[in-house]
Each structure stands twice: as structure tokens, then as C-alpha cells.
């Protein structure tokens, strides 16, 4: 029988939601083609998310259980993976879009030699048409395409939020299957762990803030930046935010990133001004509870997930808005 | 040291851009082209890793490679412009619409013979936005590798990279040589040429390689659509003056109660 294989992934010793919404994708393109779900915990560590998993999938679970797999290193995790495809003819091997599958998904593809589809956001299966079709943005999220792989067999990267973590099978009370993957790993890595690093966010806490301005590329530069940004957020007493090309520009220290590879923030009120909303600038600030958007592209996808939008030049609407309401805090 | 980097020749994206629904792409006969911008941060990396070699022991050599028709000998000259020593075109209209299994098999034939100590290519292409080729072109040439780096240094034994993870992570890796690294944004600012340096590209070489049509490879994955990117709820468009947008802006703000 052939087989849906989800890699898995855990953060802290715990399976990241990311990876529940792989397993309920990866039971929809089993039902659809006939095939049974394979999933796979990589880790030290690890039989307690293995019980977890296996309560959530119709399918196996193989743990990939060794103390040199606490950390990610490529050629560790890609002998296991080799090891789970050798023991499961896999259709399609999923994982989420994260560091650990963009570094090792592709190449797993090509050791395959079969089709790649990176960052997916949707399936369409089933229904008469066997053929799976995924839905992947590109331009940084201005469009949208459906990517299909002719000879059937794939690796796909999914992005967070493709599926719902709760769409799977109801909780099963057996507890699942869960067996033990015998694995090889090379002894000489080429490839080597050395340490892992964070930065001190140097005080900077988005994560707590009520209101947040951002600003990007659009703003032009650093001095426009604490011309129409930082006033406005004054004005409203709120924290400023930054999008990647602002920080890597050095208009502002990186700990004011929002962002996939920055904060995840989640504020009542967020202003995007100048801001494209590329996919992962998007999952930083797309659950804050009101979204207002000004950017003078009507298309740009930031205005997928606003609520209120403006089209217009930011530098004619800012400094009007900053006037307006220092005016009336002034009980102008 | 020898540094190639795969630079990708990148259309512009513009509100009025076509699409070509028979190709699920973007209609590419008016479009511009830029070189990729991330492929621009592996290029000077690698020019930095060189400089730091010659300065050394006189070694380094940083050679750029695109695939693609004729229109990307522009970006091998931009990119000779900033300071790549040699350029590669591989040459053919094929290229346009490869999947990046294809081209990464098209560029293991690069690797073979130019025996590279080092690959750089950027994290994705602003396109396609696969992430996918500079992994599976080392899975291909079984060269160690790391994706999303923002620091690279050479040690005795190859480089030692920092790859960026999430919410300010960073993990550091140790690559044997020969390696390829895919560069993030944020690890330098480009240089931009010197009139002396634009002189100068103009005696540099740029060698085409054209690839028998029995040896092109084919793609893997077949687009079937492409349209705008959906909203997930819409939003409300404020028009009017200046002074009535902000007046509204206002009247929301009070709503929301965070004045
Ligand atoms: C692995 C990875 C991780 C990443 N992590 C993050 C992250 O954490 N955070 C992040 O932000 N990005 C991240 N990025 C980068 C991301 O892909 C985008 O490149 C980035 O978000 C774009 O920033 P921007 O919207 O400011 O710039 P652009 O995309 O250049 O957008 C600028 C916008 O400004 C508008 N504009 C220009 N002038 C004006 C004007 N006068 N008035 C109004 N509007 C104007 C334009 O219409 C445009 O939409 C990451 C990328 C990768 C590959």
C-alpha cells in the first residue's frame, strides 16, 4: 500500500501545530488515492509526542528516537527520513514550511527525484480526478498558482495554516499505532551543529503592545521613517513595528521586526504603512484584531488580511492623521 | 577559493502585469527583468570571502552562472559590474519556465566542471519563491549545505555559516568543503560599481555553455493557474480627500477605543 509520509516536527518537545495540520492534510490526500498516512517524529526524547500523535492519525506513527537527534542537523534527519521511505512506499512526503523544512525537504525531493512544491497554503483532492492540486503564492504573495505533479509523486512543504489542525480524524481512544524506525546515522556529518544563538530583542516587546504602527519599504528611508512612523505612533501611544527590509536597511535595530523570522504579534490595532504583506510578514501580524492597511497598491496583499484599507501615498495621509490627533489630544 | 553563484535573472511584478493563462505565469513578452535580489546578497558575500582570500594569498575567484535566453547576459553584466571575475550563460529559451529540479540538474553539469569550493545562491527567487534550488542542486552534487544564512566565514576546513531560524533564532553550522550556502537578506548591503568597476567588467569573460536538447531536463511540476492572490475577508477602502480619510481613519480609531 502506498503512503501519505508527514514528517513531523517538534519545538521544545512538543510537536508544533503545524505538524497536526500536516497529518489532517496528508488524511485527506490518503483518502483521496487509496493510500494509508505515515507519520514521523524525529527527536530525543520523543515517546510522549509519538502517544499524542498517534491519538490525532488514522495512519502510523515511527519514532526516530536518539540523543543525536535533539538538534537538527541536515544529514542526521535525512538518514531517518531515507530510513522511513525506505520502509513506506510514500506518494507524497509532507512538511511544514519552517527552517528545518525548507533546509531539508528539497533535497529529499531531489535524492527522490520527484516533484517539489514549496509553501504550499491549500490541497484541492478527491472527487473523480485523482490528481492532487496544491495552491502556492508567489511574488511574494501578489499571486496565487495551482501546482500539480503530472507523475503523482511529491514532496511538499505546507505553510502554516493550510489546513485546519482540527480537520483530522476524531481523537482515537486506542491510541494509535506507534513503532519504532531503525536508523543508521552517518558517522562523520559534513554538515555540523554547532550552537544555537538568539537574539536579546534588546528590550523591545511587541508582543505586549495594545497598538502597533509598522512601517516598510515603502516609507522610503530612515529619516522618513522617524518623520511620519515614529510621530503617528507617539500620537497614539502606540509601539512602531518594522518590516524586514527596514531592519536589514538598519532604519531601525531587527528587534522591531514583525514576522516570521521576528515577532508574532497579535495587538488590538495594527497600521501596516508601506508594507507589501509578503507571506511572512503576514504570519507576524495577521491574527491582530483590527488591521488597518496604507499602501497605494490597491493589489498588495496586505489588504488580504485588512480591515480597513487606504490607498493612497502614506506621506500625504500620516502626517494629516498625526496632526489630527494630536489636535485633539490637545482638546483641539 | 572558488565561489560560483547562480544568479537568477527575476521579472517585475507591475498592477498591470498580464497574466498568461495558458502558461499559469505571468505573460513575460513585456515584462522587465531584474537580477534576483537575493542572489545579489549571495554575490556579495562571495565577493567578500574572495576579497579576504586574494588579500590572503592572492587566491579567489567569484564566478556568476545564469540560465536563460539572451536578456540575462544583463544581469551576468550587472553582476560582473559588482564584481564577479567570470560570468557563465547558459544559454537557451528552455530555461524560462524550468522547475527547479531541472535547473538544479542543469547546474550540477556547472558544478562538475568548474569544481567550485563554494556555492552561494540566494534564499529564493522573488518569482517563483521556491526556496528549492540551492538545496536540491547540493543534494545533486552532494555538496554539504545550509539554507536562509546571514553570516558566512571561511574556516580551515570549508565555512561556517549562521542560518536564521525563527523569532530571532539563529542556529551556526559548520560546512565541509565543498559546500553551498543560500543567503537571506539582511546579511550586507550590496556595493554599487564604481565607474572604474564598470570599465573594468567590460574585459571580463562571459562564456556561454549551450546544453545538447537531449540532455535538457524536464520539470517535475506543472502550474495549472495563476491568478491574484485571494483575500481572506475583504477590506474596506477609505476614499475621499485626504481630510475625509482622516476623518474617518479618526471615527475608527475612537470606535476601537484606542485613543
Ligand atoms: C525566510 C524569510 C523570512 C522572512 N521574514 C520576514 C519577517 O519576519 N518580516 C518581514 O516583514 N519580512 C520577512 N521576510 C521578507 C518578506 O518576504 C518581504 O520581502 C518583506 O516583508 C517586504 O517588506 P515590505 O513590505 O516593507 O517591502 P515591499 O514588499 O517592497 O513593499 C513596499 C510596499 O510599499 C508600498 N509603497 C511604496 N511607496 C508608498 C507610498 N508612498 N505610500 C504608500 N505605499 C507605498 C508599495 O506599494 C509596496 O506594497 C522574510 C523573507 C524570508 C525569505
Known amino acids: 500500500m502506498a503512503a501519505v509520509l508527514v514528517i513531523t516536527e517538534l519545538v521544545a518537545g512538543k510537536l508544533r501545530d503545524e505538524s497536526f495540520e500536516l497529518v489532517a492534510l496528508a488524511e485527506r490526500l490518503a483518502v483521496a488515492h487509496g493510500d494509508e498516512v505515515v507519520s514521523l517524529v524525529i527527536g530525543a526524547g520523543i515517546s510522549a509526542a509519538g502517544q499524542t500523535l498517534a491519538k490525532r492519525t488514522s495512519g502510523r506513527v515511527l519514532l526516530a528516537d536518539d540523543s543525536r537527534l535533539g538538534d537538527y542537523g541536515l544529514e542526521n534527519y535525512r538518514a531517518v527520513a531515507r530510513a522511513a521511505l525506505e520502509r513506506v512506499d510514500a506518494r507524497f512526503v509532507l512538511m511544514s514550511a519552517t527552517p528545518i523544512g525548507w533546509d531539508l525537504a528539497p533535497r529529499l525531493a531531489a535524492g527522490l527525484d520527484v516533484a517539489y512544491i514549496g509553501s504550499a497554503t491549500a490541497l484541492e483532492c478527491g472527487g473523480g480526478d485523482a490528481k492532487a492540486v496544491f495552491t502556492r503564492r508567489v511574488f511574494g504573495g501578489k499571486l496565487e498558482t495551482r501546482v500539480a505533479a503530472p507523475a503523482g509523486r511529491a514532496v511538499v512543504t505546507f505553510d502554516g495554516g493550510a489546513a485546519s489542525a482540527t480537520q483530522g480524524p476524531a481523537q482515537r481512544s486506542d491510541g494509535g499505532v506507534v513503532e519504532e524506525l531503525s536508523f543508521s546515522l552517518p558517522s562523520l556529518a559534513r554538515a555540523r551543529f554547532v550552537e544555537r544563538r538568539s537574539s536579546d530583542g534588546a528590550g523591545v516587546d511587541l508582543t505586549k503592545a495594545d497598538v502597533i504602527v509598522s512601517g516598510g519599504r515603502g516609507v522610503g528611508d530612515a529619516a522618513k521613517f522617524a518623520e511620519v512612523i515614529v510621530p503617528l505612533a507617539d500620537a497614539l501611544g502606540a509601539a512602531v513595528g518594522a518590516s524586514r527590509p527596514v531592519v536589514d536597511a538598519g532604519w531601525l535595530p531587527r528587534a522591531h521586526q514583525v514576522g516570521s523570522s521576528g515577532q508574532v504579534v497579535k495587538p488590538k490595532l495594527y497600521v501596516a504603512c508601506g508594507i507589501s504583506g509578503a507571506v511572512q510578514h503576514l504570519a507576524g501580524m495577521k491574527n491582530a484584531q483590527y488591521i488597518v492597511a496604507i499602501n497605494r497598491d490597491a493589489r498588495a496583499p496586505i489588504y488580504q488580511v485588512a480591515d480597513l484599507g487606504v490607498v493612497a501615498d502614506l506621506h500625504e495621509i500620516l502626517p494629516a492623521l498625526t496632526q489630527a490627533l494630536s489636535k485633539r489630544a490637545a482638546g483641539g | ?259
Open chain 2, 1 to 259: 577559493m572558488r565561489i560560483l553563484v547562480f544568479l537568477r535573472q527575476v521579472p517585475r511584478l507591475r498592477s498591470d502585469t498580464p497574466l498568461d493563462e495558458t502558461a499559469g505565469w505571468i505573460d513575460l513578452s513585456k515584462a522587465k527583468f531584474d537580477p534576483n535580489s537575493y542572489d545579489l546578497f549571495a554575490l556579495e558575500a562571495a565577493l567578500r570571502l574572495t576579497d579576504a582570500s586574494q588579500t590572503a594569498d592572492g587566491s579567489g575567484e567569484v564566478v556568476v552562472v545564469s540560465a536563460g535566453p539572451k536578456r540575462v547576459v544583463d544581469a551576468l553584466k550587472s553582476a560582473l559590474e559588482i564584481g564577479a571575475h567570470r560570468a557563465i550563460h547558459v544559454f537557451g529559451d528552455c530555461y524560462e519556465a524550468m522547475d527547479s529540479l531541472a535547473l538544479a540538474r542543469v547546474f550540477r553539469t556547472v558544478c562538475e566542471s568548474e569544481k567550485p569550493d563554494l556555492v552561494l545562491t540566494g534564499f529564493m527567487s522573488d518569482d517563483g519563491n521556491a526556496a528549492a534550488l540551492g538545496p536540491m542542486l547540493a543534494e545533486l552534487a552532494d555538496f554539504a549545505s545550509a539554507t536562509g544564512i546571514v553570516a558566512i566565514e571561511a574556516t580551515a576546513a570549508g565555512y561556517r555559516v549562521e542560518r536564521e531560524l525563527e523569532g530571532g533564532a539563529f542556529e551556526v553550522v559548520d560546512l565541509d568543503r565543498p559546500a553551498l550556502a543560500t543567503v537571506q537578506s539582511g546579511i550586507n548591503e550590496v556595493r554599487y560599481p564604481s565607474l572604474k568597476d564598470i570599465v573594468a567588467a567590460r574585459k571580463k569573460r562571459i562564456d556561454t555553455l549551450e546544453l545538447p536538447a537531449a540532455e535538457l531536463p524536464t520539470s517535475a511540476t506543472s502550474l495549472l493557474s495563476v491568478a491574484p492572490a485571494g483575500s481572506d475577508g475583504a477590506a474596506t477602502l477609505l476614499a475621499g480627500s485626504v481630510d475625509e480619510i482622516v476623518s474617518q481613519l479618526v471615527a475608527k480609531l475612537d470606535e476601537l477605543r484606542v485613543l
